[in-house]
């Protein structure tokens, strides 16, 4: 992967606010050549799709939860721990690129040179300005349709964790519950844990402190 995306205005300007652009008329064989291994840049049905670069607090948020995650799971002998611009196709025609995601022992092999071609059980996504509709409406719609079990949208400018739920029914959509606070435990990882409130402090809490808590629970 090797195209170098920059946006800009009519008058030539680049595009320094948040933003989140469709370019039209690609082919998968081109997103996984061209798409860039440095950002986050996705792929549905011909189109790619560019996201703005990562703000300072967006960063430090995939920073935390990657290290407790990987810390956990990598304890538990779970599984593994990937980040964007790690590519999932969970279908033909469609490929994302999750802030953090968790492959399970058993679906290891699923996972090539290029990308994941699976379903994760947990995918988390930190919500931004440019990308909230993306999240809380696209990508749970695409989630929910390719079985992902378990899903958090983590909203730092509204402080709050909206997890989504597989429901019984295989017609109905996801069952989400919003979180601002306390404790919430994973149903995909087991045993693992967070306390929403860690999620909003300015500065995030230590991490392995965080870590040996969930651990000890």
């Not at 994302?96 to 995918?123: C, R």
């Not at 606070?181 to 500065?203: A, C, H, I």
Request: hydrophobic share 40%; glycine share 8%; net charge negative.
């Amino acid at each position: 992967m090797s195209l170098a995306v920059k946006v800009t205005m009519e008058d030539g300007a680049e595009l320094s606010a948040a933003y989140l652009v469709r370019f039209g008329g690609w082919t998968e064989e081109q997103y996984l050549r061209e798409a860039s291994e440095t950002r986050i840049v996705e792929f549905e049905d011909g189109e790619v799709i560019v996201h703005s670069p990562a703000g300072r607090r967006h960063q430090r948020l995939i920073r935390f939860l990657t290290m407790v995650l990987q810390g956990f799971v990598g304890r538990r002998r779970l599984g593994e721990i990937l980040n964007g611009p790690a590519v999932v196709r969970l279908r033909s025609g469609l490929y994302y690129e999750p802030d953090i995601f968790f492959i399970p022992v058993h679906q290891l092999h699923e996972s090539g040179e290029d990308f994941f071609s699976g379903v994760p059980a947990l995918i988390v996504e930190i919500v931004s300005a440019s990308s909230r509709s993306h999240d809380l409406r696209t990508k749970a719609s695409a989630y929910r349709d390719r079985g992902v079990p378990e899903y958090w949208t983590i909203d730092p400018d509204r402080a709050v964790l909206t997890r989504h739920l597989l429901p019984p029914d295989p017609q109905a959509p996801y069952r989400a519950s919003e979180h601002t606070g306390g404790r919430l435990e994973s149903q995909t990882v087991p045993g693992f844990w967070v306390d929403v409130s860690w999620l909003w402090q300015d500065p995030l809490p230590d991490e392995l402190r965080c870590l040996e808590q969930i651990l000890a629970a």
